[in-house]
């Protein structure tokens, strides 16, 4: 795999008659592959995730521009639905999605929210993108029953393949999208737009829970698929739990490599404390409360530096954790 290359050319005229003029045409061009670069670094993945509890994915079979929603043919009418819906509840995000664009079944959305307890997903369908106008997506947001919307009981995979966005997503993400849907047989696997983190192409999201994973390969996407359907999480790969800030998100992880516990529901949040500056205490308590798990980290800037997305016209540090003093205190 190129994970770089860089090449320039150069054209020069020395005057072959008296009054000619020298000129000299220099050009440069990086190829390169952001995803490449932040594994070839071992940049870690944990404390990533994007920070969000409640989800519409809808989906939308055209192609998708740089900024999907915006660019796309919805009406405008639909549209302006969808944006007050979303501002209407916090911690909203829309997402497009799609499958088979050929496919002649009604078009499919989902609402999900990723909580701590009790996450969720409803699947609405629909004839065309009007019908949209008579659904109560606040409530639907909210976690309120609305008409239409029948419950989604099975675990929910996207792929971010948003390649218009950064080139990783098409490279790495398409491959893991067609792979995993293979490996899944079923219905529960769909193409996303623009996660967040493209330099972790290619990118998962599972729901309800909401956990993103990056630098999905076709040997790991099936033990996050396999191990979220026993409702264990894979922690290799895992970048964090959306509904935690990022240092929490970092937290879980090292905590679970620590104590052994992988089970989805095995740990729940307890308290998170800022000590000093890029220096954390957070806790978790046991699923039966008859423990405490306590850990100490650190964020601090890496000392490598790199292209953050395909698109970066400069190269920078990233923010990575590192774990300190854990202890388990029974209760």
């Known amino acids: 795999m190129v994970l770089w290359r860089s090449y320039q050319y150069e054209v020069s005229t020395v005057g072959v008659a008296s009054g000619s003029i020298g000129h000299r045409v220099k050009m440069k061009q990086d190829i390169f592959y952001c995803a490449a670069l932040s594994t070839e670094v071992k940049e870690q993945v944990l404390g990533t995730a994007s920070t969000c509890e409640n989800w519409l994915l809808l989906e939308y079979r055209e192609g998708w521009g740089v900024e999907p929603f915006k660019e796309s043919d919805l009406p405008r009418n639909v549209k302006q639905h969808l944006s007050r819906s979303l501002k209407s509840v916090v911690k909203s995000r829309l997402l497009f999605i799609k499958q088979d664009p050929q496919t002649t079944r009604r078009l499919a959305m989902f609402v999900a929210r990723s909580m701590e307890v009790g996450s969720t997903v409803v699947k609405y369908e629909f004839n065309n993108y009007e019908d949209l106008r008579d659904l109560d997506l606040t409530a639907a947001l909210s976690g ?7 419950q989604w009981n099975s675990p929910l995979f996207l792929v971010c393949t948003h390649g218009r966005r950064d080139k990783c997503c098409a490279k790495f993400g398409f491959p893991i999208y067609k ?3 293979d490996f899944a047989n079923d219905d529960s696997v769909w193409q996303s737009s623009h996660v967040g983190g493209d330099r972790f192409a290619a990118n998962m999201i599972c729901f309800p829970d909401g ?3 990056g630098h999905v390969t076709e040997d790991t996407a099936p033990l996050i698929v396999s191990a979220y359907r026993e409702k264990q999480l894979f922690l290799d790969r895992l970048r964090g739990r959306t509904c935690y800030a990022r240092p929490i998100q970092a937290a879980e992880v090292f905590v679970r490599q620590q104590s052994g516990l992988s089970g989805l529901t095995d740990l729940k949040f307890l308290d998170y404390e800022v000590v000093k500056p890029n220096y ?3 806790r978790f308590l046991s ?15 890496s000392e490598f530096q790199n292209r953050l997305t395909c698109h970066s016209a400069e190269e920078k540090k990233v923010v990575q954790y590192l774990p300190g003093k854990y202890s388990r205190v029974i209760i």
């Not at 309120?144 to 029948?150: I, V």
């Open 179 to 181: 792979s995993t849907r």
């Open 144 to 150: 309120q029953a609305t008409t239409g919307a029948t």
């Open 287 to 301: 699923q039966d409360e008859s423990e405490i798990h306590e850990l100490y980290l650190t964020s601090q800037l």
């Open 280 to 282: 954390f205490r957070v």
């Open 211 to 213: 956990l993103f994973y």
